[in-house]
């Protein structure tokens, strides 16, 4: 049940008085998840913008959104921290960079501590 002009992810819009008009969807692509060794990841202590609060932040992850979530599920379970995912980063509540930084590496990344 495949509609070929589905309206519903069209973004704004509405409609066209053009008689051979095509909306064309784009296309998302995801870039392929690198395999850890070649991921270059950076491990920081950021509070601006958190009300003061301390998070330690992983930056540099290139791949797709399920791997970043699987990633960043697998360091919150860990650490014992809540956490959560996005735009490439990796927040996990408090001042954990040591832990998180032994436990990359030991998972095969690249990690290094900066900032």
């Keep these: 049940m495949s509609k070929k002009n589905d309206w519903k992810k069209r973004d704004g819009i509405v409609y066209s008085t053009s008689s051979d008009f095509e909306y064309s969807y ?4 995801e870039a392929a998840t690198l395999p850890p060794q070649q991921q270059n990841l950076k491990v920081m202590l950021d509070k601006s ?5 301390q998070v330690t932040l992983v930056s540099g992850f290139v791949g797709t959104a399920a791997d970043l979530e699987s ?10 921290v809540g956490g959560s995912s996005k ?20 998972e095969g990344y690249k990690a290094k501590r900066s900032g």
């Design 49 to 53: 913008g958190r009300a003061g609060k």
């Design 26 to 29: 784009q296309q998302n692509e």
């Design 71 to 80: 990633l960043t599920k697998t360091i919150k379970t860990k650490c014992g």
């Design 87 to 106: 735009d490439g980063e990796i927040l996990i509540q408090g001042d954990v960079r040591d832990k998180v930084v032994q436990l990359l590496v030991k």
